[in-house]
C-alpha cells in the first residue's frame, strides 16, 4: 500500500511524519551542537598538548559524523511492534503520541504499537531517548529481513519516500504478521522506484533497500572473511561498502586502533564510490589502489609487462626465488674475527661465530631484525671475552664494540645489507643469480621473460611495472616485516595475481571482505578460482558466498553477454535479473568509414535520455572518439585523467580497461573487435563492457562482432 500525497498532499499521516523528521532534525542539530561546544582541553596546555590535538581531531570527526546533509532524510523506515515485544528485550522503542509523530495503531487490547524509526544513524532527544535507531543496531536487521515467514516480532514495516530535496512525500505500508486481509504480499513500489531511478553521477548507498541476502554478508561478524562471488550488478561493492559501515558501527574502536582500508582497481572506480561511506555518516576511511599499497612512495608503475612476463611475475613461485635469493647472501664466516677495543685484540673463534650464526637464523624474525641480532650477538660474545680477561665492562662498551670495523666486516661478510629494490633489480638483470634462485622454480624460458628489458643499471634508472612492485614488496616484507590492518576490502579481486594477493595479506592482519566476479578476470596472473586466491590472501578459511540477483543490468542485455560465459568462466551461471527494460538492446551495423560518425550518433540518440551515458572503447580510440564527439558539438569528459570525470559531464569516454565497477544509464560500445584484441583476455573484458548498462547498450561495430555474441 503506497500513500502519494501528489494525490493527497493533506494525508495527516504524511503530515505527522514530516513533524516528526522536524523534530529529528531539530534533536540531531542538538547533538552536534554538544559535540562542537564540549570543553575538551585540558590540564598543562603545553604537557597536553598532543592529547588535546587527539580529542580536537576526534570531535571533528563525530561532528562531521552528525552533519545533517539536507537532501539526505534523517529515516527511510519504520518498524512497528505490537505493545509490549520491544521492552522485553529491554528496548526502549519510540513510543507514540509525542511531538507530532505518527501515532501506532491500537492492538486489540487498546493499546498502541511501539514504532521505531530507522536511519543512517541514531538520532536521540535530550534525554537520551532514541528517536531514530541506526540501521546497523541488532533491532536494525528487521528491517532488512522480517517478513511473513519470520516476522521477527514486527507487526507492520513502513518505507519512505522522499523527493528530490529531501521532502517525505510518500509512505508504504507492508503488514507482516496479525493483520485480517494481509494476504500475499506485493512488489514494493518504492523498492521498484529505487531500482528504476535513473543513474548519474558516482555511487549512492542502498541502505534503505538492502535485500536480505546481501544483509545477511553486510551483518557477517568483524573475525569472519567473506568473499563474494557475484555477476555484474548484483550489489558486490555497495554490500563490501555497507559491511564496512557496519563494522564500524559494531566494532568502532578495533577498527580505529588496528586500521581499514578499501583497496580498488583505479583511482577512477575509487572516485565513483568515494561519497558511499560519507553518506552513511563514516568519514576518513581510506581508499586505495594496489598500485599505491605497493608503492606508497608513488614512484609509480611506469612500465607494461608483456602478458607472460606479467603471468610469471605475479606467480607465487616468484616468492620463492626472491626468498633464496636474499636468505643466500647468508653465510658462515671463512676467518675469526678479531676486534681491536680498549688497545687490546679479542678473537672470536669461526666456529664460534657459526654458531652465533646458526641460531640468529633459526630465529624467526625478518632478514633485518636478524641482521640485528646477529650484531648484539657478537658484540656480546666479544664482552664476554673482555670480561673473561678481567677486563670491566660499562654502558659505553656495547657501542665501542659495535663500533669496531673488525665486527662490522664480520656482520657484513655473514649476513650483507640488503635492500628491496636492489634485490629485484639485482635478480632480474642478472640471469646467473636468477639462475641460482630459481633452480627447480622456473625453467630456463621463464627466466628469460621475467629479466627486465634494457637491463638497467640502478634502481634509479629503472622502470618498473606494476607486477615488479609487488616483486620488491616481497622482498621489503622479508627485510621488515609490515604492520597489519584490522580489515581490508577488496573490490574487482578476481583479478589479482598470487604476489599482490601475499602483498595484501602482509596488511590485512585481521579479516577480509573480498569482492569479485570470476567472469569478469582480466588480470594477466589471475588464479581462476576463489579458494586458491584465498589461500593466497592468508585467508583459506574465509567465507564463499554467491549473489545471484542483478540490480542493475537488464535480463536482456545481460543474456546478451551471458553469450560469452561459456568461452570466459564456464563454471559459472547465467545471472538473473530484477530489472526488464524494453528495447534495451540495439546493434548497429556500419561500414568502416562510418563507425565514428555512427558511435558519435549513437551517443546524440542516448543523450536523449535521462541519466548518465557511457561511451566505451578500446583504450587506444578513446582520444579519436572523444575529438569527433567534440567536433560535434557533445562535450564529453574522459575517464582516466581527470577523477571527477563522472561528475563532470552527462557523457563520458571510458577506455575499455577503466570500466570495469561502473554504470552508466545508457552505454555506447564502440567496436567490440577491438576491445577484445587489444589484450590476452579481451573477451572477459568484453564482458565487462557489455554489463555496464542500467537501462539501454547501443552495439556499433564495423567489423564482424566476437564470434559468441553472433548477430543481435
Ligand atoms: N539492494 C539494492 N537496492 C538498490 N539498488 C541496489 C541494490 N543492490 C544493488 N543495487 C544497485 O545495483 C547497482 C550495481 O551494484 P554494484 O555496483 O554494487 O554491483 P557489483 O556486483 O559490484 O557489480 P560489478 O560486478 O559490475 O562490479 C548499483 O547501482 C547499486 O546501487
Known amino acids: 500500500m503506497t500513500h502519494d500525497p501528489a494525490a493527497d498532499s493533506a494525508d495527516p499521516e504524511v503530515l505527522a511524519e514530516r513533524a516528526y523528521l522536524r523534530t529529528c532534525r531539530e534533536a540531531l542539530r542538538a547533538m552536534r551542537e554538544d559535540v562542537l561546544t564540549t570543553e575538551t582541553t585540558q590540564g598543562d596546555a603545553f604537557v597536553d598538548k598532543y592529547n588535546n590535538a587527539i580529542i580536537r581531531e576526534a570531535r571533528a570527526e563525530r561532528a562531521e559524523q552528525l552533519l545533517d546533509l539536507p537532501d539526505v532524510p534523517l529515516f527511510f523506515g519504520r518498524l512497528d511492534y505490537p505493545p509490549g ?167 568502532r574502536e578495533r577498527l580505529k586502533r588496528g586500521g581499514t582500508v578499501i583497496i580498488g582497481p583505479n583511482r577512477s572506480f575509487l572516485a565513483y564510490i568515494r561519497n558511499v561511506l560519507p553518506a552513511l555518516g563514516e568519514v576518513g576511511v581510506t581508499q586505495t589502489t594496489v598500485e599505491e599499497l605497493l608503492d606508497p612512495g608513488g614512484t609509480g608503475a611506469r612500465r607494461e609487462d608483456d602478458p607472460t612476463a606479467a603471468r610469471i611475475k605475479g606467480d607465487a613461485r616468484m616468492a620463492e626465488v626472491i626468498r633464496r635469493d636474499l636468505w643466500s647472501g647468508v653465510r658462515p664466516p671463512a676467518e675469526d674475527l678479531v676486534a681491536e677495543v680498549g688497545g687490546r685484540r679479542w678473537r672470536l673463534d669461526r666456529d664460534d661465530l657459526a654458531e652465533i650464526l646458526r641460531e640468529c637464523r633459526e630465529s624467526d624474525v625478518s632478514y633485518g631484525a636478524g641482521r640485528e641480532l646477529l650484531t648484539q650477538r657478537i658484540v656480546t660474545a666479544v664482552i664476554r671475552l673482555m670480561e673473561r680477561s678481567g677486563k670491566i665492562s660499562d654502558g659505553r662498551t656495547r657501542g665501542t664494540v659495535r663500533r669496531c670495523p673488525a665486527v662490522k ?227 564529453s569528459a574522459v575517464l582516466g585523467g581527470d577523477e571527477d570525470a563522472m561528475e563532470a559531464e552527462r557523457l563520458v569516454c571510458v577506455p575499455a580497461s577503466l570500466v570495469k565497477g561502473l554504470e552508466f544509464e545508457t552505454v555506447v560500445v564502440a567496436e567490440p573487435a577491438r576491445i577484445v584484441r587489444a589484450e590476452p583476455r579481451g573477451l572477459h573484458r568484453l564482458y565487462v563492457v557489455l554489463t555496464r548498462a542500467v537501462s539501454a547498450m547501443h552495439i556499433v561495430h564495423a567489423e564482424p562482432l566476437p564470434e559468441p555474441l553472433g548477430e543481435g
Open 409 to 635: 666486516a664480520a656482520v657484513a661478510a655473514m649476513w650483507p645489507k640488503a635492500d628491496a629494490a636492489k634485490l629485484v633489480l639485482g635478480l632480474l638483470t642478472d640471469p646467473a643469480r636468477l639462475a641460482r634462485a630459481a633452480g627447480g622454480l622456473l625453467d630456463p624460458a621463464e627466466q628469460e621473460a621475467v629479466l627486465l628489458p634494457g637491463r638497467p643499471r640502478s634502481v634509479k634508472s629503472a622502470r618498473w611495472s606494476l607486477a615488479d612492485l609487488a616483486l620488491i614488496n616481497e622482498a621489503a616484507d622479508l627485510l621488515e616485516r609490515q604492520s597489519g590492518l584490522a580489515h581490508v576490502v577488496i573490490d574487482e579481486a578476481q583479478d589479482l595475481s598470487p604476489m599482490q594477493c601475499r602483498a595484501i595479506a602482509r596488511r590485512a592482519a585481521g579479516s577480509c571482505t573480498v569482492l569479485g566476479d570470476l567472469a569478469q578476470a582480466t588480470g594477466p596472473a589471475a588464479p581462476g578460482d576463489w579458494a586458491t586466491l584465498l589461500a593466497h590472501l592468508g585467508k583459506p578459511d574465509g567465507e564463499i558466498v554467491e549473489l545471484d540477483r542483478g540490480y542493475r543490468v537488464p535480463a536482456q542485455i545481460i543474456d546478451y553477454a551471458a553469450r560469452l560465459l561459456p568461452r570466459i568462466a564456464p563454471g559459472l551461471r547465467t545471472p538473473a535479473s530484477v530489472r526488464q527494460s524494453v528495447d534495451a538492446l540495439q546493434v548497429t551495423e556500419t561500414a568502416p568509414a562510418q563507425l565514428v560518425a555512427s558511435t558519435v550518433a549513437a551517443c546524440e540518440k542516448a543523450l536523449v535520455r535521462e541519466g548518465s551515458v557511457g561511451l566505451v572503447a578500446a583504450d587506444a580510440d578513446v582520444p579519436g572518439l572523444h575529438a569527433a564527439l567534440a567536433d560535434a558539438g557533445l562535450p
Open 85 to 251: 515485544e520491544l521492552e522485553e528485550y529491554g528496548l526502549e522503542g519510540v513510543r507514540p503520541g509525542r511531538d507530532g509523530r505518527g501515532e501506532g495503531e491500537r492492538g486489540d487490547g487498546g493499546a498502541r504499537d511501539t514504532l521505531m524509526y530507522i536511519g543512517r544513524r541514531g538520532v536521540r532527544d535530550a534525554g537520551g531517548t532514541p528517536l531514530v535507531v541506526d540501521w546497523r543496531a541488532p533491532m536494525g536487521t528487521a528491517f532488512y529481513q522480517a517478513g511473513p515467514k519470520n516476522p521477527m516480532r514486527v507487526r507492520k514495516r513502513r518505507r519512505y519516500g522522499f523527493d528530490r530535496n529531501g521532502e517525505l512525500t510518500a509512505y508504504e505500508d507492508e503488514i507482516i504478521q496479525g493483520a485480517r486481509d494481509a494476504g500475499a504480499p506485493g512488489a514494493s513500489a518504492l523498492l521498484t522506484a529505487e531500482l528504476e531511478r535513473p543513474r548519474s553521477g558516482p555511487m549512492r548507498d542502498i541502505v534503505t533497500t538492502i535485500q536480505p541476502e546481501q544483509d545477511d554478508i553486510v551483518r557477517a561478524p568483524l573475525d569472519r572473511t567473506v568473499c563474494v562471488q557475484g555477476a555484474p550488478g548484483t550489489g558486490k561493492t555497495a554490500v563490501g561498502l555497507h559491511r564496512l559501515a557496519y563494522l564500524l558501527y559494531t566494532d
